[in-house]
């Protein structure tokens, strides 16, 4: 019933910039808190960035300054902005949701299939 799908990854130089969209479709009652999320290759998924329905921002410290998260609620739409990427960055990028369905009693995590980021020269 619920999907998340993300886009805007693909192949950027270090130093360039990429901006990741993901977009909530299905049945929607509300959504909660939004964030992205990364994995690189061998390496466990972390945290990237997450905001909340009011808007708060919360960072990864590797990132602070570097990356910006918002959203657009009218779309069910979260973005992230990423500038001045390192190689190090390079990983499937997540987009992850706290999503109330109608006809639950609760909020609920889903994520979306995965956009890749790959940062090389």
């Known amino acids: 019933q619920v999907q998340l799908v993300e886009s805007g990854g693909g192949l950027v130089q270090p130093g360039g910039s990429l901006r990741l969209s993901c977009a909530a479709s299905g049945s929607i009652f509300s959504i909660n808190a939004m964030g992205w999320y990364r994995q690189a290759p061998g390496k466990q998924r972390e945290l990237v960035a997450t905001?909340?329905?009011?808007?708060?921002?919360n960072y990864a410290d590797s990132v602070k300054g570097r990356f910006t998260i918002s959203r657009d609620n009218a779309k069910n739409t979260v973005y992230l902005q990423m500038n001045s990427l390192k190689p190090e960055e390079t990983a499937v990028y997540y987009c992850?949701?706290?999503?109330?369905?109608?006809?639950?009693?609760?909020?609920?995590?889903?994520w979306g299939q995965g956009t890749q980021v790959t940062v090389s020269s």
């Open positions: 905001i909340s329905s009011g808007g708060s921002t």
């Open positions: 992850n949701a706290l999503i109330h369905r109608y006809g639950s009693r609760q909020y609920n995590d889903y």
